[in-house]
């Protein structure tokens, strides 16, 4: 397999840690998207929409983070992200959705670059955009996690899940702009359990090839 994918995105971190828990080897191929590389010609044969991540698998080239875990996880169902009964999985997809598609999309680079370009905000006022997002964001985490009837480890149980793979991620940009997690204390509980894994560990932005 081959992942095409940039350091410090976040939707890329989560196929990262994603592989890693499934013990999966790949080749990293790094597209710089400050560089805007991921507008080039021969990106967008492998990805229409100019994003990251893309796995390539054999013939196949996936996009979109959740469709490529969902993949991971039904090509190599061992160990499960999605693992327990049907309430269980639908409990892990809502907060991992939480993450993809209430959250992550209003602080995309893309978003992000527009505000500051076609609306000439300030980057005070693009950092305090973006903490009122993923604040609201993560709080609505946290208040899911609070009306589950166990609280394990992690998200859901005692396992690392889908849900863990999508929030440590965030948790990492929220980082970048001094955003208050104080009304989150469950939410940054498990996510220092899951820094204490080699796979969420190896996965972090730093330790990438392409980190600046």
């Given at each position: 397999?081959?992942?095409?994918?940039?350091?410090?995105?976040?939707?890329?971190f989560?196929?990262?840690?994603?592989?890693?828990?499934?013990?999966?080897?790949?080749?990293?191929?790094?597209?710089?998207?400050?560089?805007?590389?991921q507008?080039?010609?021969?990106?967008r044969?492998?990805?229409?929409?100019?994003?990251?991540?893309?796995?390539?698998?054999?013939?196949?080239?996936?996009?979109?983070s959740?469709?490529?875990?969902?993949y991971?996880?039904?090509?190599?169902?061992?160990?499960?992200?999605?693992?327990?009964?049907?309430?269980?999985?639908a409990?892990?997809?809502?907060?991992?959705?939480?993450?993809?598609?209430?959250?992550?999309?209003?602080?995309?680079?893309?978003?992000?670059?527009?505000?500051?370009?076609?609306?000439?905000?300030?980057?005070?006022?693009?950092?305090a955009?973006?903490r009122?997002?993923?604040?609201?964001?993560?709080?609505?985490?946290?208040?899911?996690?609070?009306?589950?009837?166990?609280?394990?480890?992690?998200?859901?149980?005692?396992?690392?899940?889908?849900?863990?793979?999508?929030?440590?991620?965030?948790?990492?940009?929220?980082?970048?702009?001094?955003?208050?997690?104080?009304?989150?204390?469950?939410?940054?509980?498990?996510?220092?359990?899951?820094?204490?894994?080699?796979?969420?560990?190896?996965?972090?932005?730093?330790?990438?090839?392409d980190?600046?």
């Open positions: 397999m081959q992942l095409y994918n940039y350091f410090r995105s976040s939707a890329s989560r196929v990262r840690i994603a592989l890693n828990l499934k013990g999966l080897s790949y080749d990293y191929s790094a597209i710089g998207l400050l560089k805007q590389e507008f080039s010609e021969n990106f044969k492998i990805s229409p929409d100019a994003l990251v991540p893309v796995l390539i698998d054999g013939p196949a080239a996936l996009i979109q959740l469709a490529i875990c969902e991971l996880e039904e090509t190599h169902p061992e160990p499960s992200l999605l693992p327990g009964g049907a309430l269980e999985r409990r892990i997809r809502a907060l991992a959705l939480t993450i993809a598609c209430e959250t992550h999309p209003l602080n995309n680079l893309r978003v992000l670059r527009y505000l500051v370009h076609e609306f000439k905000v300030s980057d005070d006022a693009k950092d955009w973006y009122h997002w993923v604040e609201n964001g993560l709080l609505a985490y946290e208040n899911q996690l609070s009306g589950y009837d166990s609280h394990g480890l992690f998200s859901v149980g005692d396992i690392p899940t889908l849900a863990d793979v999508f929030l440590v991620p965030q948790i990492f940009n929220a980082r970048r702009v001094n955003t208050d997690f104080s009304k989150v204390p469950r939410v940054m509980e498990i996510f220092e359990n899951c820094m204490a894994l080699p796979a969420f560990e190896a996965a972090r932005p730093e330790h990438q090839p980190a600046a």
